[in-house]
């Protein structure tokens, strides 16, 4: 190409005049020259490129005609077949044979607890100074026959109780809730006349104490598995002996849905499913929980499952040295100003109260 002198277009070699601007175009032998040259390039340019089209080309056809090969000719190398992964359940489904050997297996619950709860929440960090302060505050306001004030005195009566049990170390405490449970057991004959939140605590505290005939748990069971106050109900469960423990529990698990109340339940029944998601028992979650009463099923599940031991125990130890949460409204109402305290033991003694072996069959 010789490029015009006036304009600077582009014309083919021997062209006289700018097919732009129609000026003569004077060729000098130098651009002839270097015109021939840049036709050579371009030329040698597009062989290349052709060149490495028909090399890809070429390639592909050739990756295409292996696999081919590979597919219609060679057979497939048999897999092994593995036998199913045994996953171990975190909790037996029965009993170890050394079970009777272990301390809790052995003795009563309320024993046990006085020798051992003080170490073991202890270890995890819990301050149980301040859950004796706070049963001492329990034991304070019993009345002289017995019982606990509150609008409902056989539901207050029932959860100071059951406080007083979860955490049986003072000599106090525990004088007092074995001046409660003969009072608690005088009302049994009445109880189907009794609000579901008083029959519940109240069967709860004699069932936790091991004190209530089997005849009579049977005749009242139907009255903790009816869905109306079903997270007392499902905590009930909780303290039953395996072989007394209702197991139509329809209402209640109709009543509560999600995850940690799923795992609950389980719980309940001694097993857990194949698999569960740790995230709710993480301690972030713990700190958005709004009531004493979903901190303390929350406490219970998180010990049985195990799923975030660290969580636990740092959650456990924060809720033990801050004020206790706020409870329901019926529970605050029946129960007394000190519910707060006495749902907040039984959250914080949760290790103690139910160590995983009762939950089995005996």
Same mark, same amino acid.
Request: charged letters at 15%.
């Given at each position: 190409?010789?490029?015009?002198?006036?304009?600077?277009? #582009?014309?083919?070699?021997?062209?006289?005049?700018?097919?732009?601007?129609?000026?003569?175009?004077?060729?000098?032998?130098?651009?002839?020259?270097?015109?021939?040259? !840049?036709?050579?390039?371009?030329?040698?340019?597009?062989?290349?490129?052709?060149?490495?089209?028909?090399?890809?080309?070429?390639?592909?056809?050739?990756?295409?005609?292996?696999?081919?090969?590979?597919?219609?000719?060679?057979?497939?190398?048999?897999?092994?077949? +593995?036998?199913? /992964?045994?996953?171990?359940?975190?909790?037996?489904?029965?009993?170890? &044979?050394? @079970?009777?050997? *272990?301390?809790?297996?052995?003795?009563?619950?309320?024993?046990?607890?006085?020798?051992?709860?003080?170490?073991? *929440?202890?270890?995890?960090?819990? !301050?149980?100074?301040?859950?004796?302060?706070?049963?001492?505050?329990?034991?304070?306001?019993?009345?002289?026959?017995?019982?606990?004030?509150?609008? =409902?005195?056989?539901?207050?009566?029932?959860? +100071?109780?059951?406080?007083?049990?979860?955490?049986?170390? %003072?000599?106090?405490?525990? !004088?007092?809730? /074995?001046?409660?449970?003969?009072?608690?057991?005088?009302?049994?004959?009445?109880? #189907?006349?009794?609000?579901?939140?008083?029959?519940?605590?109240?069967?709860?505290?004699?069932?936790?104490?091991?004190?209530?005939?089997?005849?009579?748990?049977?005749?009242?069971?139907?009255?903790?598995?009816?869905?109306?106050?079903?997270?007392?109900?499902?905590?009930?469960?909780?303290?039953?002996? &395996?072989?007394?423990?209702?197991? %139509?529990?329809?209402?209640?698990?109709? &009543?509560?849905?999600?995850?940690?109340?799923?795992?609950?339940?389980?719980?309940?029944?001694?097993?857990?499913?194949?698999?569960?998601?740790?995230?709710?028992?993480?301690?972030?979650?713990?700190?958005?929980?709004?009531?004493?009463? @979903?901190?303390?099923?929350? &406490?219970?599940?998180?010990?049985?499952?195990? /799923? @975030?031991?660290? =969580?636990? @125990?740092?959650?456990?130890?924060?809720?033990?040295?801050?004020?206790?949460?706020?409870? %329901?409204?019926?529970?605050?109402?029946?129960?007394?100003?000190?519910?707060?305290?006495?749902? /907040?033991?039984?959250?914080?003694?949760?290790?103690?109260?139910?160590?995983?072996?009762?939950?089995?069959?005996?």
């Amino acid at each position: 190409m010789i490029a015009c002198p006036a304009c600077g277009f #582009s014309n083919p070699l021997g062209t006289r005049f700018c097919r732009s601007c129609g000026g003569k175009i004077e060729v000098k032998m130098a651009q002839v020259m270097g015109s021939i040259q !840049d036709l050579k390039n371009q030329n040698r340019a597009d062989a290349i490129s052709k060149m490495g089209r028909s090399i890809f080309s070429l390639s592909v056809f050739g990756f295409i005609f292996v696999l081919i090969v590979r597919l219609m000719v060679i057979p497939a190398m048999p897999t092994a077949e +593995m036998p199913p /992964a045994q996953i171990p359940a975190l909790i037996p489904t029965e009993a170890p &044979a050394s @079970a009777t050997s *272990l301390p809790f297996a052995a003795f009563k619950r309320l024993p046990w607890r006085r020798d051992n709860a003080s170490a073991l *929440l202890g270890g995890l960090g819990i !301050d149980t100074v301040q859950l004796t302060t706070w049963q001492k505050a329990i034991v304070a306001s019993q009345k002289p026959d017995g019982s606990f004030p509150g609008e =409902d005195d056989l539901a207050a009566t029932g959860l +100071m109780t059951l406080a007083l049990q979860a955490f049986p170390q %003072d000599g106090t405490g525990t !004088d007092a809730a /074995a001046r409660a449970r003969p009072w608690l057991i005088a009302q049994m004959s009445d109880l #189907s006349r009794k609000t579901p939140l008083a029959r519940t605590l109240a069967m709860a505290a004699l069932v936790d104490a091991e004190e209530l005939p089997i005849a009579t748990l049977n005749s009242f069971a139907m009255y903790l598995i009816d869905g109306r106050v079903p997270i007392w109900q499902s905590f009930a469960m909780t303290v039953f002996p &395996a072989k007394t423990r209702p197991t %139509d529990l329809i209402l209640l698990r109709k &009543a509560l849905q999600g995850q940690i109340w799923s795992n609950l339940f389980e719980a309940i029944a001694g097993k857990f499913g194949p698999a569960f998601e740790a995230k709710p028992y993480f301690a972030e979650t713990a700190k958005m929980l709004p009531t004493g009463e @979903a901190r303390m099923v929350w &406490a219970f599940v998180s010990w049985q499952l195990a /799923a @975030a031991p660290k =969580d636990l @125990a740092e959650t456990m130890a924060a809720w033990s040295r801050n004020p206790p949460a706020p409870v %329901d409204a019926e529970t605050m109402t029946k129960c007394g100003a000190l519910a707060p305290s006495a749902v /907040a033991i039984l959250t914080i003694a949760a290790p103690a109260r139910v160590p995983p072996l009762w939950l089995q069959p005996r």
